[in-house]
């Protein structure tokens, strides 16, 4: 086969093959054979049909699967000859003198190949390090958030006032019409949570249980729904009941649900301090893996495939709209989702250049570690353990967990590491 290869920008590349009409006409004769051996057609005894009315009946046909075939099959030994890989499926632009009985075969095909670039100096980059310990004032914090956090909810009869919970029903009218999704029953709205429009908790402050509220509104501007932002709305509000806030004893039960050994305050202390140790470390470990990927970024440009950014566009919007529960269009208006496209696939080119520069591969132990971290969070770990395993997809998962990992910390032994002594809680505010 005679190849000729086309520089269409920096990373695309247009082939255009020429087949000789030898191999054309001899796929052609055989794909032929083989259809006089097996096709049936009424009158005519399996291999009784003459040739002369299957080149008629079928002939165009076969001639267009022998094609695909041979574009299909020479295709990678095209591309493995000149050195080529497409960064994306290969899309054939032309196929030309198909009806030419004396001529060869060509055909034209286009992609984009992964980019060639250097990787940055990892001894540039510089990473800020911090520094914190668990005060016995963030015990005292951390403890007050779970008396909230595990609080209970207490019938009362008077009116609400913030901080309440009520169990409300609703139906929202928009310019005096129903509208998709406008009602729903038994939603709890705690009252300054500020988790509903602005003006709705407003609304039902002061309302008791058996009272129904007239509420007139606006959307965001900036919501979610494209075809509701900034529109009045009209709320009738149904409030079902009111509860008041209990906040949670530092009881046998509290220490339980918090893994503490018993009841005792020292006991409890001791727990919240343990797991406040282990979500500092977490989380200064996650700061530091966000610097040093937020630095190859910084560091290594490159030109981006199209087809990498769309198929990462794809997930991007598939996810959006598996947390929003959106059947509709709304989740494809996001805006942003095309700069995290492209933010994603030049990290994972960047991270997969370094593997291959350094010939990693993913450390065994590390991933039977991870798995069972994992595992353990679960009721039945050795099922979890098992199913991952077991899946091809959810290995290759956290084995390109575990390399990336691998990479943080090769670039953390060149790269400068600059201490901060932070209290924890700075730390959190800063994160």
């Known amino acids: ?36 051996r ?41 591309l493995k000859q000149e050195a080529l890989e497409p960064a994306g499926r290969p899309e054939v632009e032309r196929i030309t ?31 800020e390090k911090n520094q914190a310990e668990v005060s016995e004032s963030d015990v005292d914090k951390a403890i007050d958030k779970l008396k909230e956090q595990l609080a209970n909810w207490i019938l009362v009869e008077r009116a609400a006032k ?41 609304g039902l402050l002061n309302a008791k249980a058996g009272e129904e509220r007239e509420l007139d509104l606006f959307f965001p501007s900036d919501w979610r729904f494209e075809k509701l932002a900034g529109k009045p709305v009209h709320f009738s509000v149904q409030i079902k009941s009111v509860e008041e806030k209990q906040l949670a004893e530092l009881d046998e039960q509290f220490a339980k649900k918090i893994g503490a050994s018993d009841g005792t305050l020292s006991s409890i202390r001791k727990k919240v301090h343990e797991n406040l ?43 959006l709209h598996r947390k929003m529960g959106d059947k509709g269009d709304h989740a494809c208006q996001h805006h942003g989702l095309e700069e995290e496209a492209k933010r994603r696939v030049r990290l994972s080119l960047i991270l997969r250049k370094i593997v291959n520069q350094e010939n990693l591969t993913a450390d065994n132990e590390k991933v039977r570690e991870k798995i069972a971290e994992i595992a353990k969070s679960f009721g039945n770990a050795e099922l979890m353990e098992s199913m ?17 990992d691998q990479v943080i910390d090769l670039i953390l032994t060149k790269a400068s590491i600059i201490l901060k002594s932070v209290t924890m809680e700075e730390f959190f505010k800063e994160t």
């Open 1 to 36: 086969m005679q190849v000729s290869v086309e520089n269409t920008s920096t990373i695309g590349r247009r082939l255009t093959v020429n087949v000789p009409a030898e191999r054309v006409y001899s796929e052609i004769n055989e794909r032929m054979r083989e259809v006089l």
């Open 162 to 202: 913030k901080g309440d919970r009520l169990t409300i029903d609703y139906t929202s009218l928009l310019n005096g019409k129903p509208y998709e999704n406008n009602g729903a029953q038994g939603v709890f709205v705690e009252l300054g949570n500020k988790g509903f429009i602005e003006g709705f908790e407003e």
């Open 277 to 319: 140790e282990i979500q500092l470390a977490s989380m200064i470990k996650e700061n530091i893996k966000k610097q040093v990927l937020d630095k190859l970024l910084e560091f290594n440009e490159m030109d981006l495939p199209k087809a990498l950014i769309e198929h990462e566009m794809s997930l991007l919007h598939e996810d």
């Open 388 to 404: 991952y395993y077991e899946s091809k997809e959810l290995l290759s998962g956290i084995q390109n967990s575990v390399l990336v």
């Open 38 to 78: 097996t096709r049936k057609l009424d009158g005519f005894r399996p291999g009784k049909v003459p040739k002369q009315l299957i080149e008629q009946k079928y002939g165009v046909q076969i001639r267009h699967e022998v094609i695909s075939k041979i574009i299909e099959t020479s295709l990678p030994t095209v």
């Open 97 to 127: 003198d198909l009806n030419e009985n004396s001529t060869n075969l060509t055909y034209v095909v286009s992609f984009e190949i992964f980019p060639e670039f250097s990787l940055a100096d990892f001894s540039l980059i510089q990473i």
